[in-house]
């Protein structure tokens, strides 16, 4: 049980304090937009390979109660883990490499030449999809954690009235 919380927790904890306490930092701090992405950039690729930790951590801890329990019932978080690695696929994966092929041919953020607009386009658009997808991942992270919470109260309930 161990291994599974620690891996939610160091899932959604990266991806909620990053979203909430690192990101919109960055971006009113910094004097540009540019200097801002670049930094974004390189906390997000390190982030981004911190969440298979996490997914790994998941993964041990559902092999492990599996072994011990044989319960049909670990399909569901299963499943969710899976959903969560296959929409980190998308975005870590694909979305984050165009996002960053996008930002070495965009001149500046912050003043865009006429050139450059149309990359400043489809840069936000993927940039709207990884947003929308890393929230879809936050939420079945938080659906997890709930699904796994509720079976180890029942686990631990039906020990203290067994």
């Known amino acids: 049980m161990f291994c599974i919380y620690a891996g939610i927790t160091l899932w959604l ?14 971006f009113k701090t910094l004097p540009s937009k540019d200097l801002a992405g670049a930094l ?21 801890g559902f092999a492990l109660l599996f072994a011990a329990h044989r319960d049909k019932k670990l399909l569901v ?21 165009q996002m960053n092929a996008l930002r070495g041919q965009i001149n500046s953020f ?9 990359l400043v386009q ?3 658009g993927y940039h709207q999809w990884y947003s929308r997808l890393v929230g879809a991942n936050m939420f079945a992270g938080l659906a997890l954690l709930v699904w796994q919470t509720r079976q180890f109260v029942a686990l631990a309930w039906g020990r203290i009235h067994a």
């Open 13 to 26: 904890g990266s991806l909620a304090f990053f979203g909430i306490g690192v990101a919109p930092v960055i």
């Open 122 to 124: 489809t840069f936000r």
């Open 40 to 60: 974004n950039a390189v906390i997000l690729h390190r982030l981004n390979m911190l969440e298979p930790v996490g997914a790994a951590f998941i993964g041990i």
């Open 110 to 118: 912050d003043a865009p030449d006429a050139a450059s607009l149309p």
């Open 77 to 97: 978080p299963v499943a969710i883990l899976l959903a969560m690695v296959a929409l980190w696929c998308v975005y870590a994966l694909i979305l984050t490499p």
